[in-house]
């Protein structure tokens, strides 16, 4: 199992700063690293507790060549079409996933 190195970012801890430290996250993992040696990503937060073995077992039959997504979601009141995962409790992209989502989310922004 392949892990990724610390990284640091030039931000404030603050709420305002979440999407840009996941965007600037993935991108430096795909830029620096070999993001062929992942099938998935986990996003986790310092207190995020994650049964690695549950994890990997409810992978296992997944396609890492689509793009697969899993954690929890949740819709805005305001515009239910639009949606968001929820970072606190983790989430996995596989690397399909993180591809799609670095090439549409953010460096077409």
Avoid: C
């Avoid at 979440?18 to 062929?36: G, H, P, T, V, Y």
């Avoid at 937060?45 to 997944?62: G, H, I, K, W, Y």
């Amino acid at each position: 199992m392949a892990i990724m190195p610390l990284m640091h970012l030039n931000l404030t801890d603050v709420y305002n700063n979440l999407w840009q430290k996941a965007s600037m996250s993935f991108d430096w993992a795909e830029r620096w690293l070999n993001l062929d040696q992942f099938d998935f990503v986990l996003k986790a937060d310092d207190d995020t507790f994650v049964v690695v073995e549950n994890l990997r077992l409810l992978l296992a039959p997944l396609d890492h060549g689509q793009p697969v997504h899993l954690g929890r979601w949740f819709f805005y009141d305001r515009d239910p079409k639009q949606s968001y995962m929820s970072g606190g409790s983790g989430y996995v992209l596989s690397r399909a996933a993180v591809r799609l989502f670095l090439t549409r989310a953010v460096r077409s922004a």
